[in-house]
Each structure stands twice: as structure tokens, then as C-alpha cells.
């Protein structure tokens, strides 16, 4: 059974400095998933990798998965207020009929 | 292309009482998913559709819990004789021939 891990599930973040969230998954897959979600709202996507070694950045944050240690980060670079929310990674089953969420990583950013 | 839409946003109904709700994903996307989520949780899955076909259901979908897409175009997803633990975030995504997922609004369901 696919299983997705992901820590911290809590961060609390200072404007300014850079932070690493982890997502270890327990069985081969080709495609994992970053998403964000703000309080109250549905999931909006932030990143697909698809292979090893792949590395996605959009604006402070970058992605990358390394398929053979099960392992995706996501990178928070020089953090701001505005990236204050939950963000899931999650991953597709061998199927590809279901994607399977890690529990959330809420981020919290202060001055 | 509006995006996915579901219906309606928030429900609220007794234990008991029987719910029903809608989800119209992107035109031309063929395959279509219900997610369930609680409060601090990621997203669970339900039940996926390719086209019309019902193709996996999770354990999670008890007897109570049916989902439909007839024409390979809306689903509907029902629950029966609701109860307090049934409420949580029901989420719809939709996925056509690319990797991406487009998730829909959500309805929030709430039995009392």
C-alpha cells in the first residue's frame, strides 16, 4: 500500500530565511505532486515531477524528487508572509488511478 | 474552460437525512476523482471514474457512499443515512490526457 510522509507537518518561518519541507514515499511511483491550500479553499497546483532528478522552481519555491531514495523537497527560499498556507505533496499509485496525500506541511511566516 | 465546478458549496443536514452532490469537471476531460477531507487532513481518496466506467473505489466508500457519472460527463456522488462522521470537505478533480489534476471548489458537508 502506497503510503506518503511528510515532515515537518508544522513550520513556523521567519520572513527572510530559507526552509526545506520532506516527502518520503513507500512504493515506486512515476509522478508526484506538490499542491498548496489555503484556509477555507480547494487545492491549488503548484508543481508535477515526473522523473528522477527533476527540478521545478516557480518564484521562492523549487521542487525536485529523487525516485530512488522515494524522496521529494520543496525548497522555500528568502520566505514572505504571502506563502503562509498548508502545502501536500502527494503521489500517484502504480495504477495511476489515484493520487495518495501526505498530511500537509502548514507553513506560518513572521516578521 | 471554467474549471471544475461542484455543487453546492456547503451543506448542511440531520443525521439520517440522505445527501447528493455535483460535479461538472473540464469538458474534455475524461477521467474524473472524489476526495474526501477532514479538518488538519490531506485529501482521501473515493472513487475514479474513467469516462463512464467506475474504475477503483477506495475502502473508504462504504455501502452508504455511491458515485455516478452516466454520461461520462457530470458525477454525482450520494450518501445515504448521513452520519456526524460522514462531515468533511468533499473534493472533485479532473484529469484528461496530460499529468495535471484541476481540483474543483469543494463542498462542505456538515451533519448535525
Known amino acids: 500500500e502506497l503510503k506518503v510522509e511528510q515532515n515537518p507537518l508544522f513550520l513556523s518561518m521567519q520572513e527572510g530565511k530559507n526552509y526545506t519541507i520532506y516527502c518520503n514515499y513507500s512504493?515506486?511511483?512515476?509522478?508526484l505532486y506538490w499542491y498548496r491550500q489555503d484556509p477555507g479553499k480547494s487545492l491549488e497546483s503548484l508543481f508535477v515531477?515526473?522523473?528522477?532528478?527533476a527540478v521545478k522552481q516557480e518564484g521562492r519555491l523549487m521542487a525536485s524528487l529523487d525516485t530512488k531514495a522515494r524522496l521529494s523537497t520543496l525548497h522555500i527560499t528568502a520566505a514572505v508572509h504571502d506563502l503562509s498556507a498548508t502545502y501536500f505533496c502527494?503521489?500517484?499509485?502504480?495504477?495511476?488511478?489515484?493520487?495518495?496525500f501526505g498530511k500537509g506541511t502548514t507553513l506560518s511566516v513572521s516578521s | 474552460d471554467t474549471g471544475v465546478s461542484q455543487n453546492p458549496r456547503h451543506k448542511i443536514t440531520k443525521r439520517g437525512q440522505n445527501v447528493t452532490f455535483r460535479c461538472d469537471p473540464i469538458?474534455?476531460?475524461?477521467?474524473l476523482y472524489w476526495y474526501r477531507q477532514t479538518l488538519g487532513q490531506g485529501p482521501e481518496f473515493l472513487t475514479y471514474?474513467?469516462?463512464?466506467?467506475?474504475?477503483?473505489k477506495s475502502r473508504l466508500l462504504s455501502d452508504r457512499f455511491s458515485a455516478e457519472r452516466p454520461k461520462g460527463s457530470f458525477s454525482t456522488l450520494e450518501i445515504q443515512r448521513t452520519e456526524q462522521g460522514d462531515s468533511a470537505m468533499y473534493l472533485c478533480?479532473?484529469?484528461?490526457?496530460?499529468?495535471?489534476?484541476?481540483f474543483g471548489s469543494g463542498t462542505r458537508l456538515t451533519v448535525v
Open positions: 471514474f474513467q469516462n463512464e466506467a467506475q474504475l477503483e
Open positions: 515531477l515526473l522523473s528522477n532528478g
Open positions: 512504493t515506486t511511483s512515476d509522478r
Open positions: 502527494a503521489v500517484a499509485n502504480q495504477a495511476g488511478t489515484a493520487l495518495i
Open positions: 469538458s474534455e476531460h475524461n477521467r
Open positions: 478533480a479532473s484529469a484528461g490526457h496530460h499529468y495535471g489534476y484541476t
